[in-house]
Structure formats: structure tokens, C-alpha cells
């Protein structure tokens, strides 16, 4: 055989006899790639559903807070009602105590044409108009008494339920008796919807008002400012002490059992449920500082505690992932530990760092259990002037308003939702921008 | 160079002839890891002027040894040395040496390079800069030129001084990592392994350069290519499982060791 086999001829020959492949279970393992995949993009679908579910739900039934129903008819500042034996020179009390709302509800009974005398007629009419026209009107008045005995077109806001039934939140069909509003009010609604004098307006109520038991009053100004004191307070304290912890702990501090145990405790210290962080702010800074309760102060430096650990491992990630090669380079020149550090080192790890920290910002703005401890689930009407004033925040008014029973307040606290998760994502942008800002090559 | 300098190679030529002249002397050198021990009892001194190649298999405490010229090996936990070398008359271990100024006197060129993720320029002028080398401008544009031209990357980069140093080719990254460590008037520089990461023609230039280095620096390099060594060294000691086998004059080293296992080890029977 060896014979034939040298001939060139027969060796074309011996070419074209393939020898038998080799089973080497090509077939089994492009199977388990295609499952591999097949897995990995089911759990990513998955994934983007219930992130599609609940953007849906929470922009399905918030987007109606931004705009609120609002009633524009001519008012008589009646000088019968509001000063009826004119000594508002002697008594500057007459202005604030005067009954507003009857002036109001006396407008719109003359615009929908209800006499006088109909008692249960001026109640209905008094049923959609919101109980904060009080305040507004009083203010009108004493910022210009002359208005009064004058007839003034004003704005004002329309009752949380008829905000709600011109929205289309209120089932119809059920029994008059059941719902908040009557037929005779939905009449109205609607004859006063045709002549334009109720429509809808951009609701700036929501970013700028504090809370209120009024669903069309209520907004969340208060939460909004607190929540901003207490990023601040955050971002001023713990960026600079986890950064300094980490850079000590990672480049600085030998390698023992004690710093062992430090590092330990942090990661631990990550993973504390915030409440205990509450307690903790409640015991230290309230009953031992004595702070004020309900304070942004108190929530900022319980949500910095709450944020440290973060920081610190992000910070320490990415200052481990720096090469060792740029160290080596720094001190074989003689450049300090410290300018190691502070010139090489850290600028490489910001980008690293940055995001920790916003991530970790992020997660203190969200954050609502160690804020109910501290007091700041409280009723803050008043925009706060300084951190100590009592404040809310964000997730705490969106908590508050979820445990009220008004139809109105359902959208509120969506609309809420939607106010927070915008600013998450700006702070993610901006952890996304930094770090392509500040990201270098090497 | 100038007239100067050229009196002065000649000078350390002539004091090499008559009388050596140690730039460094490492007496008893021993280094431990921990409880590891890398180094046994080294006696190693490094010629002024002189390129001195450290070689040996891998593991073998050559590179330990070289760090140990500029206490890099600080930086490495559990890491002790005990013995005693000194730079001229100075013992660098002893407490009142400074580190800093020492690895100011005492350069180093790392394996791979390792230029800052900052322009060619930043590169070159960290080093004078932060031991205050430069006091105008101008002085440091003067430092960073001759540093540049000094490592014969001058031509090269003139145009692009102030583009990423990463941007370089591997060949050119290394050459300016020697740059670097030259623009702070070392007085020693020590290589590890410089050129295992460039490509033939890099490695050649990088040798190149060596050699002209040489009359400015006293330059103590490991490599594990015994050519390199031969080509760039004048003198030659060999490592083996930490210890000094043999050092010799460079010829002398690769034509007729005094030692067995260098005779093995240059004949390429193990490592």
C-alpha cells in the first residue's frame, strides 16, 4: 500500500478520500450559546416590561397633576360682606377675619344663576369652589383695600372633586348619593366649561405650595426645598470625608488586622437598613445634639451617614483600579506618596468617584424610612427658610399623600413620583456626563 | 555633548582605568518577603559610568535587587531589607535619608511603559517640577527639550509636545519614560527589563540610547535577553534563586565564566 501511495497519481486520489471528521460537539455547543442568548435577552425583556409597566402607571395616572381645573369669573369685593361697618382703619383684624369664601361663592352662584335664598342651591355652588380662595382673596384685599366695592375678574382654584370630575376621574354612573359630586354641580361644571369660565391651567400650585389637607392646594414646594437642603448637606459632607476615608484606607494606611476589621465594618455599615440610620440620627442628633425635629439639617446628616459606606467602596474601586504602573512611575521619580496620590492617582480614579457619588446621592434622595423617624413626616405648610426650619422631602410627601383618601390626591401622588424620578434621571445624566468629562485613557 | 561633559567621561574613564570608582555599593544585601527570602547576602557594587546588567532565570532576585537601589521595594508590604548599600558615601537605608530625594538621585525606567495619562510635555516636566527644578517657563521648555533629545525622541514629538504621551508608540512611550526619568538629573538609572515589551527595531533604539546615556548616568538595567546584555553592558553580574553567582566584565562574562552555572546558563541550559 505504501507503494501506491508515493505515486503522485494515486496520492490525488488518497486527497479525495476525506478522512472521517471528528465529532468535537460543534453542534451541542453553538446549542448552548443560542440558549445562552436566548436567556440573556428573555431576562433583559423581562426586565423592560416591568420598567415599561411601571412608567406607564406612574405617567398614566400622573400626568393630570400637572394641570389643574381652575375657575376665572368677575368677583365683587362686596363691602356688605368683607366690611360691612366699615372700620377696617380702626380694626386691621376686620380684613383677615372677613368671610372670603361667601364672597367667592357669591360670584359664582351670580354666574350660574342661583338665587339667594336657595340654601341647598349657594351649598352646592360652595362645594366647588376650593377652601383656599380664602386666602387668596384675603390676600388680594390687603395688599389693595381699594379693591373693595369693586368687581374684579379672578382666578381661582376650582375644588379638588369638581377637579377631579373635569378630569374624568370620577365614575358617573354610579348613585348621585355615592359620589362627591352632585349632577346639578356636573351641570354647572359643564355649562360653566362651555363659556370658558372653568378650564384647565399648568398647575405651578405643585412646585410651589407646601402641604396642604386640600388636594388642589397641596404641592410639593416644601418637600422639593428640603429635599434640596438635604443633597446639599450630603454632597458637602460626605463627598469630602468618604473620599479622604478611602484615600487614607487604600493608598495611605498599612495593611493590619484593625484596618481589616474597618473595611469589614464599612461593607457592613453598607448594608445597615436605613431605619436603624433613623434611630441613629433621632438618638445622636435629636435627643444627645438636640437639633431641632422635622429639620433638613438632621435629615442631611442622617442621609450622609447612610451614604458614606457607599462612597467610600466606589471610591475605593476605583482607586484600586488604577494602575499600579502609575504609581510605580510617580514615586520612581520622587514624587511623595502624596503627590502620588493627589496628582496621579485621584484624577484617574474621579470619573469612578463621581458616580459613586451621585449614585449614592441619588439613592439619599430617594430614600423615606430614616426621615419618618427623624420627624420629617410632618405637615409643613411653610416653605423653610434655613435647613433647621422644619421641612419634608420628596419621598416622604409622595408617602403622606399616598395614605390620603381623596380621589385627587391619587394623581398628586403620581404626579410626585414623576417630579422624583425626573430628578434621578437628571443625576444619572449627570454621573454619565462627568465621567465621559473627566474619563482618560492610559 | 559639550566639552565639559566629554572631560568629564574622560575623567571617570581614567579613574575607572586606575582606581574603580563605586558609584554604589551594596554589602550583604539580603531581602525578605514576608517570610520569604529573595535575596542571600548580595555583595554587588555598580561602576560610575557604567552600564551594569543584571541577568539571571526568571525568580531569580535580580529585579529585587535592582529595587532595592531606590527602595521601590518600600512600597511593597512585608517587604524588609537588611544589609547595607550606599549611594557615594551615603547609606540609603539609613533613617535619615529621605526616599524622595533619593529616588530624585536614583531614577528608575519601569518593564512596560508607563507614561501619565498627560501630554508629552506634562510627562517630561512632572519630574523637575515638583523637586522644583525649573523656576521660569522657560527653563522648563529648556529641561523637557534636552531631556527629549537626550532620550532621542526630540525630533519626534517637537511638534506634538502637548498630545497625549499615551498616544506614542510603545517604542516611543518607553523613550519617553526615559525622558522623564532623565529631566531630573538622576544620577544613577535603573532599568527592569526596558525593552521585553518592544518590538526588535524600538528594542534597538532603546539600546542605542543606553549606550549614550551612559556618559551622563551610571545605569544599572535587568534583561533577560543575554544579547542585550552583551551588546549594552559593560559589566555583568548574574543572579541565581537569590543569589550573586558572578560578576564580571561584561566579555569576560560571556566568553569565560568563572562560574558553572553561568557557563549553563549562557549556553542555554536552563532558565
Redesign the interface.
Known sequence: MSQVSTSPSMAAVGASAKPERRDIGLRGRYAAERRFRFYGMAAIAFGLLFLFLLLFSVVSKGYTAFQQTMITIPVEFSQQIIDKNNERATNPQKLVTANYPVVARNALAKVLGVSEDDRAGLKAVNGMISDSVRVQLRNLVTADPSIIGTTQKVTFLAHGDLDSAFKGQIDLSVPETNRKVSDKQVGWMNQLAESGALSKHFNTGLFTNGASSRPEAAGVGVALIGSLYMMLIVLVLSLPIGVAASIYLEEFAPKNRFTDLIEVNINNLAAVPSIVYGLLGLAVFINFAGFPRSAALVGGLVLTLMTLPTIIIATRAALKAVPPSIRAAALGLGASKMQTVFHHVLPLAMPGILTGTIIGLAHALGETAPLLLIGMVAFVADVPATPMDPATALPVQIYMWANEAERAFVERTSGAIIVLLIFLILMNVGAILLRRRFERRW | MNMMSEAAVEKALDRQMNDISYKMIGKDVSVYYGEKRALYDVNLNVRENTVTALIGPSGCGKSTFLRTL?R?ND?I?GCRVTGRITLDSDDIYDPNIDV?????RV????Q?P????KSIYENVA??PR??GLAKAKADMDAIVEQSLQKAGLWNEVKDRLHEGG?GLSGGQQQRL?IA??VA?SPEVILMDEPCSALDPIATAKVEELIHELRTNFTIVIVTHSMQQAARVSQRTAMFHLGNLVEENDTDKMFTNPDDQRTQDYIMGRFG
Do not use: Q, S, W
Not at chain 2, 524622595?100 to 530624585?104: G, H, K, P, T, Y
Open positions: 531606590n521601590m512600597t508590604d524622595v530625594e533619593l529616588r530624585a531614577g528608575m525606567v519601569f512596560k508607563n507614561p501619565f495619562p512632572y519630574g515638583i523637586h499615551t519614560c522623564r526619568a531630573v
